[in-house]
């Protein structure tokens, strides 16, 4: 058990948003839990154009003009002030007493991050959870979303332990940063934890999450070299044959998709991870 209890006064909801000028789209958010008492931070990556702010003390706002989600993410981890955080996005909308079991969850295990479950829109999990909470092995990280991430922010700024920008939406190889960041985790002795509870419903994937897109390999294949190093051109040869078998893409089409992954192998190999967090 925990030396500290902590309460819901302990959370604080870090928002991923662009291109707001009303706070009006958390009242979707919170329209099960309502959001009285709750401490949010909200990133809005925008222009000149379109300021975002807020008289509510509990509301902060920091408007950035950068892009990239795991930026937004860093930028809101650097300025949090709760002692436990929650990483969400705009399109979610939190279950009537969520923050009652992320608090829950940390005061009967120790782990310094706790994920948890989504519920989609159509009433089914999002991916197939573990039955029973357990400390992550590699298929619940690899499948956990970034929005189901909560941490306590002392032992993550402690760790240095921040998104690597040259992942997730808006960054060069988009997707995978919530894998690389409870991987990153895990290297770092910061032992991620599953919980088997819903707090969040989102809407679920629209389609084969553009399986064949030459964006989408070109992500993968650097996830694959974070992960396996030199071994990720045996991968590159395997998904694309895969994604030909299941008539994903013509024959015709194999060199391309191949040469889209030798690239991204090797444009990865010529990045660093976030340099100015070190």
């Not at 991923?16 to 000028?21: F, N, S």
């Not at 909308?93 to 009967?108: D, E, L, P, R, S």
């Not at 919530?178 to 919980?195: I, R």
């Amino acid at each position: 058990m925990p030396e500290y209890t902590y309460k819901t006064t302990d959370l604080e909801i870090l928002v991923a948003t662009m291109h707001r000028t009303s706070l009006d789209f958390l009242n979707a958010m919170f329209a099960e839990s309502g959001m009285e008492g709750f401490k949010v931070l909200i990133v809005n990556q925008t222009d000149e154009n379109s300021i975002l702010e807020s008289s509510n003390p509990n509301i902060r706002v920091i408007n950035s003009f950068e892009k990239g989600l795991s930026k937004s993410r860093n930028l809101a981890i650097q300025n949090a002030i709760g002692p436990l955080c929650f990483n969400t996005d705009d399109d979610v909308v939190f279950m009537k007493g969520f923050a009652a079991v992320i608090v829950k969850a940390y005061n009967t295990h120790p782990n310094p991050i706790i994920t948890f479950k989504t519920l989609t829109t159509q009433g089914k999990d999002y991916w197939k959870y573990p039955k029973k909470g357990m400390v992550h092995n590699r298929f619940v990280t690899q499948k956990t979303l970034s929005i189901e991430i909560s941490f306590k922010l002392s032992e993550v700024l402690n760790k240095n332990l921040f998104f690597d920008e040259r992942f997730g939406l808006g960054a060069q190889f988009e997707d995978a940063e919530n894998f690389v960041f409870l991987t990153d985790a895990k290297k770092l002795g910061l032992t991620p934890y599953f919980y088997p509870e819903y707090i969040t419903i989102h809407p679920p994937l629209s389609s084969s999450d553009d399986v064949e897109s030459d964006r989408l390999l070109y992500a993968k294949a650097a996830i694959k070299t974070y992960d396996y190093g030199i071994f990720s051109y045996i991968w590159v040869f395997k998904f694309v044959f895969f994604i030909y078998r299941k008539k994903y893409i013509s024959l015709s089409e194999i060199p391309h998709k191949i040469k889209i992954g030798f690239k991204s192998i090797a444009d990865y190999n010529k990045t660093k991870p976030n340099e100015k967090y070190n």
